[in-house]
């Protein structure tokens, strides 16, 4: 169960959430590699010390790209497991973390 109120979005307390890191290259790579069955909310954080890019589709640039600086989340993104999202980087490896809610 969840409600709204003024455009923001609750969920109760008794929903634990799904945390993944997922390890982000120069190659593309699906965030996260498998998505929770049944996901209605997604955030990625960058927990690297240089920039994230994230895209809706694999692709070989960052180019055209959501980006995340370092420590930065994105908000609270309405998604289920038909929307994928990939992460890539232009240098480097680093972690990304993502929190999933049913």
């Keep these: ?54 895209h809706f589709e694999t ?4 180019s055209y790209a959501y980006r995340l600086f370092e420590g930065q989340s994105t908000e609270w993104l309405h998604m289920g497991t038909d929307i994928d999202l990939y992460g890539i980087r232009s240098t480097g490896t680093q972690n990304v973390e993502v929190i999933e809610f049913k």
């Design 1 to 54: 169960m969840e409600f709204s109120h003024q455009g923001i979005f609750f969920l109760p307390f008794n929903v634990a959430p799904t945390i993944t890191t997922v390890s982000v290259s120069t190659t593309s790579v699906k965030l996260p590699t498998s998505p929770l069955v049944g996901r209605r909310l997604v955030k990625i954080t960058n927990q690297g010390s240089n920039e994230l890019f994230i």
């Design 59 to 62: 692709v070989t640039s960052t």
